[in-house]
């Protein structure tokens, strides 16, 4: 891994792509625990028991495909973008800027985040899909930055936590470049 320049910036080594793998494969463990129930049926499930795995465009996309691969049940892939970064920072404002691409009424919500970080946008998405008709929403996330979260209720599934530091790479981007990185990289 050597340093990438994108944009104005330069950005180093800091998550190899084998830690990323792992991360993941926890999540997917836990995640599997949870919706995989012993001597449940899966050739010929209700709609309505199968999971919608939301993938949050478009930082979710490299995160939400790996972590499908790993999940040991049934389930829809749905998406959605939403928007509350201008280059570096966060302008606070949550903005849909591609409505979700499916009907979720009465179906459980596994929302596929890259990174967390005040867990503002997640609070926005989660009271969303709970007035669009989710049965339940639960929160799944690569990457937790514990100290500037302000969210109320803990998430879910978190991979990993990590220092309020900017980062690219796997699908995270500064200004829409740096998502095809196969590592994490953090602004130096």
Same mark, same amino acid.
């Given at each position: 891994?050597?340093?990438?320049?994108?944009?104005?910036?330069?950005?180093?080594?800091?998550?190899?792509y084998?830690?990323?793998?792992?991360?993941?494969?926890?999540?997917?463990?836990?995640?599997?625990?949870?919706?995989?129930?012993?001597?449940?049926?899966?050739?010929?499930?209700?709609?309505?028991?199968?999971?919608?795995?939301?993938?949050?465009l478009?930082?979710?996309?490299?995160?939400?495909?790996?972590?499908?691969?790993r999940?040991?049940?049934?389930?829809?892939?749905?998406?959605?973008?939403?928007?509350? /970064? @201008? =280059?570096?920072?966060?302008?606070?404002?949550?903005?849909?800027?591609?409505? &979700?691409?499916? %009907?979720?009424? $009465? +179906?459980?919500?596994?929302?596929?985040?890259?990174?967390?970080?005040?867990?503002?946008?997640?609070?926005?998405?989660?009271?969303?899909?709970?007035?669009?008709?989710?049965?339940?929403?639960?929160?799944?996330?690569?990457?937790?930055?514990?100290?500037?979260?302000?969210?109320?209720?803990?998430?879910? /599934? @978190? =991979?990993?936590?990590?220092?309020?530091?900017?980062?690219?790479?796997?699908? &995270?981007?500064? %200004?829409?470049? $740096? +998502?095809?990185?196969?590592?994490?990289?953090?602004?130096?």
């Open positions: 891994m050597d340093k990438v320049y994108i944009h104005d910036k330069v950005f180093v080594p800091f998550i190899p084998e830690k990323i793998s792992q991360i993941i494969d926890g999540v997917a463990d836990k995640i599997n625990a949870d919706y995989t129930r012993p001597g449940h049926d899966y050739s010929c499930p209700c709609e309505e028991d199968i999971p919608v795995l939301l993938c949050i478009h930082g979710s996309v490299m995160f939400t495909g790996e972590l499908m691969q999940l040991s049940f049934p389930v829809e892939l749905a998406s959605m973008k939403l928007s509350s /970064y @201008v =280059g570096t920072s966060s302008t606070g404002v949550v903005r849909e800027v591609m409505p &979700l691409s499916t %009907d979720i009424k $009465g +179906r459980p919500v596994i929302v596929c985040e890259d990174i967390v970080d005040t867990g503002n946008t997640i609070v926005e998405l989660k009271k969303k899909l709970l007035e669009k008709g989710a049965k339940d929403v639960k929160i799944c996330t690569m990457l937790l930055k514990p100290e500037v979260f302000k969210g109320r209720d803990k998430l879910d /599934y @978190v =991979g990993a936590e990590i220092p309020n530091r900017f980062i690219v790479g796997f699908g &995270l981007d500064y %200004d829409e470049l $740096g +998502r095809n990185l196969k590592d994490i990289y953090v602004l130096e």
